[in-house]
């Protein structure tokens, strides 16, 4: 007679897969947590080194030829005028430099001054220009607020240094000043045209001719 096999139960069949899975969890769970590691790897951005900041350098990033540019004040009046053959603008000292250049300023009171120079080196307000190589600057004979005139004056240098928002001109090198018929000539000059004075250093001559008898 033919013994029969009890069948087993399913709580039987549940501990069974059970035990047999808990052998190979540990291997599962390596093999996982490679997988996750392997996924950060090639997901995660490499810092790279850091990037050294590079020196500027002294090229233009813009030029311009036979230009002109206007500034007005607030009133809308021509304040500056600045014409030139060929300009550069150097971003490094955010200046402009301006060949063959001629330059009209008007101060509040409307009274012109004129500066010429085979290079011109501008400010980026244009408030300061450094005149090289044959720099001239002139302003016209004009009628003082006390009422008095004011004679033509002319200033010449190899260099000048106009600040043209405070009229003043300053050289460390020799200069030549004419006032109406006086000249002087010194090895350097420091000249405010609000206060009118006019300071000449080093060796200074001067030519003032005689004044008619009144």
Do not use: C
């Amino acid at each position: 007679m033919a013994t029969r096999m009890p069948t087993p139960t399913f709580a039987a069949l549940v501990r069974g897969a059970w035990e047999s899975l808990s052998v190979y969890l540990p291997i599962i769970l390596m093999g996982v947590l490679a997988l996750g590691t392997y996924w950060l790897a090639r997901n995660t951005p490499v810092l790279g080194p850091a990037e050294v900041p590079r020196a500027a350098s002294h090229d233009p990033d813009y030029s311009m030829k036979r230009f002109s540019m206007k500034t007005f004040d607030a009133a809308g009046k021509l304040k500056t005028e600045i014409l030139g053959s060929e300009g550069r603008h150097y971003p490094d000292t955010d200046t402009l430099e301006i060949d063959q250049p001629r330059i009209r300023s008007f101060n509040p009171r409307g009274e012109l001054t004129v500066a010429t120079a085979r290079l011109a080196i501008s400010n980026s307000d244009g408030s300061e220009v450094q005149l090289v190589g044959d720099a001239v600057v002139t302003r016209e004979a004009v009628t003082g607020a006390d009422g008095r005139n004011v004679p033509r004056s002319e200033l010449r240098g190899d260099f000048l240094d106009a600040f043209l928002n405070t009229e003043r001109v300053k050289s460390h090198k020799p200069v030549q000043v004419t006032r109406g018929n006086d000249r002087f000539t010194a090895d350097s000059l420091d000249y405010d045209n609000l206060d009118r004075v006019m300071q000449m250093h080093g060796r200074v001559r001067g030519v003032l001719p005689a004044r008619p008898a009144k």
